[in-house]
């Protein structure tokens, strides 16, 4: 079993490893409908992502490593990780909370702190709660102080693969024993025309939102949203990532490309949660829909990639070769009271899901 390889070409017994005192493996989730999914509990990482192509081709969909020693020694440390405790970035790495200023935040993006610090949730071996067919359940206690962030804080994430579509949900959850702050969201790349496939300008994509949060030039925002329309940042309406990805406009200069959160459009009428986002690939027709109880979506378009290290099936991931959906909350929000809030307080439970839908484009306008 542990020299099986999965579809997308893994081995369980290459992510077979004791890091930092604990046991990491490998686990595969799937359904009969030709999703498979296989996740690392070193930093919760979603190594690989497999669905059909309008073929039937099984196709892998996410960038990652093909081994353990890969991901402890890689350049990119965030490849289909959970990011937290506090996903984006918090200025200055400093915030205050109920008249306490915290600002020993670790500064590891600019003047910023990025990610949950320089050992965030990435970097951390999660404990196996629950493993089946299609369910993987981890969990991880972070202490006190750790990273500078106060409050011992649980966590809990679930994967799941739906058994008779090819939707893959993340739902979160976490406690804590006194104030804290809390952003959670899965970090993926993703390119629809199949991991190692060196661009993404051409696919299709919309995301379901009227304002978007311009930054400056540390990518920290700098004041209320601003509309979409009109600009290079538009993903109402459906169009290429690589449309407008090079015009001369500021804020794609700031970001080398998009890296910023848009703010998603709740306005149904019947209180459902509509679409987040919607991608499809022209190569292989992959339709991949997005939908999150989250106030924010995050596009960015992997502007900092440099195809230096070697993914899996000896696979490189050249610059704009994937772009991640990370649903979350708005970066910066702790010291920003007028954006969503971020606290997570004793007696409360942090609640939140995204799923990830993927079908082909026949079969979605059916």
Aim: charge should be negative; glycine fraction near 10%.
């Amino acid at each position: 079993m542990e020299n099986e390889q999965t579809l997308s070409g893994l081995k369980i017994s290459d992510f077979q490893k004791v890091v930092d005192g604990k046991e990491v493996s490998l686990y595969v989730i799937k359904n009969d409908a030709g999703m498979e999914v296989s996740i690392t509990n070193y930093g919760a990482k979603v190594v690989s992502l497999v669905v059909p192509d309008k073929d039937g081709k099984p196709t892998d969909v996410v960038t990652g490593h093909a081994s353990i020693d890969d991901y402890l020694t890689s350049e990119e440390p965030y490849f289909g990780a959970i990011c937290g405790r506090y996903g984006n970035r918090i200025a200055k790495g400093r915030f205050e909370l109920d008249g306490v200023v915290y600002d020993n935040l670790a500064i590891n993006n600019g003047p910023n702190s990025l990610h949950g610090g320089v050992k965030g949730f990435n970097s951390v071996v999660w404990d196996v709660l629950e493993v089946s067919e299609n369910v993987l359940k981890l969990k991880y206690v972070s202490v006190d102080g750790e990273e500078g962030f106060p409050g011992t804080l649980e966590t809990t994430v679930e994967y799941r693969v739906v058994k008779d579509e090819n939707y893959f949900t993340v739902k979160y959850g976490a406690v804590t024993d006194k104030p804290t702050v809390l952003n959670l969201t899965n970090h993926s790349y993703f390119n629809l025309s199949g991991a190692g496939d060196p661009d993404i300008g051409d696919h299709l994509l919309s995301i379901n939102a009227d304002y978007y949060l311009p930054t400056d030039e540390t990518a920290i925002p700098y004041g209320p949203k601003e509309p979409v329309k009109g600009t290079p940042m538009d993903f109402k309406e459906v169009k290429t990532i690589g449309e407008h990805i090079n015009d001369d406009f500021e804020q794609l200069k700031f970001g080398h490309g998009y890296d910023h959160t848009y703010i998603l459009d709740r306005s149904r009428s019947d209180g459902n949660i509509d679409y987040s986002a919607i991608s499809i690939s022209p190569k292989t027709d992959i339709v991949m829909g997005v939908i999150t109880s989250e106030p924010g979506l995050q596009l960015y378009t992997g502007n900092w990639m440099t195809g230096n290290l070697v993914g899996k099936n000896g696979q490189r991931y050249p610059r704009r070769s994937a772009f991640c959906l990370e649903t979350q909350h708005f970066p910066d929000s702790p010291n920003r009271p007028e954006y969503p809030s971020t606290v997570l307080r004793p007696n409360e439970h942090f609640l939140s899901f995204t799923i990830f839908m993927f079908t082909t484009v026949n079969s979605h306008q059916k």
